[in-house]
């Protein structure tokens, strides 16, 4: 077994969203094991499921925040989990296998893979790629955000849509941060809620109330991101 070897030692450097959910999807044990022992001290939160079927489960249920996906599975490939999970979500996948060849890269990538890293590799190089792909969740607080014809400006609290200008409140401005930090995925109301009002803190009521008033402010602008209802689940902005 050559997997990952111990956690590079450094402190979590993430800032506020430190705790990113990774998802891994891999069959052999020993690399799952090792897998967590070098995420969870730069503050992931690691999941793993040991089969495709039960990993697209796992990643319904859990909408992760990236997903390491393994090819070569006991029940369906890797490739077909790609497939089904590219149907529903543009989460960063970064593929974990043993396979090197060229080809299989390819095909990879073509199914909209975000990375690939053969095996074995090194546990700095896997956490520097995760990293990579999944910088737009963990950029610092006042970072300018953008979807579409919109900005999200921290420093002023302040939405940009086209030429419109709007001030929100605290809250929305919250959720809108969040929603435009994962555009294109869906974001769960349990999500939200933790984001937003903190974890215990938030009510399914005032979560309605802010949607639809943000929403209100994108349709007057033409061109404006939507905010999609992923019914009994959560919203998706698509910009
Ligand atoms: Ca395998």
Redesign the pocket.
């Known amino acids: 077994f050559q997997g990952p070897g111990p956690p590079s030692g450094s402190s979590c450097p993430l800032g506020r969203r430190s705790l990113l959910t990774v998802l891994i999807v891999?069959?052999?044990m020993s690399y799952v094991e090792a897998l967590k022992v070098t995420l969870e001290p730069e503050g992931f939160v690691v999941e793993s499921a040991p089969d495709g079927r039960s990993g697209l489960d796992a990643f319904s249920r859990n909408m992760p925040d990236v997903l390491l996906l393994?090819?070569?599975?006991p029940d369906i490939s890797g490739f077909d989990v790609l497939r089904q999970i590219r149907t529903k979500s543009d989460v960063p996948v970064v593929v974990v296998s043993?396979k090197s060849a060229e080809a299989d890269i390819v095909t990879a990538l073509e199914l909209g893979a975000d990375d690939y890293l053969t095996k074995p590799y090194s546990s700095r190089e896997l956490v520097a790629r995760i990293r990579a792909n999944t910088r737009r969740l963990t950029e610092p607080e006042d970072a300018v955000l953008t979807a579409g014809n919109t900005v999200l400006d921290p420093s002023r609290y302040e939405m940009r849509i086209a030429d419109s200008h709007f001030s929100l409140a605290r809250k929305e401005f919250e959720l809108a941060r969040v929603l435009m930090e994962r555009q294109g995925r869906i974001v769960t109301r349990e999500t939200l809620l933790d984001h937003v009002w903190g974890i215990g803190w938030g009510d399914s009521k005032s979560l309605d109330q802010h949607i639809r008033r943000l929403r209100r402010r994108f349709e007057q602008v033409e061109g404006a991101p939507t905010i999609a209802t992923v019914r009994g689940v959560g919203y998706r902005l698509e910009p």
């Open positions: 891999e069959d052999e393994d090819l070569m599975l043993a």
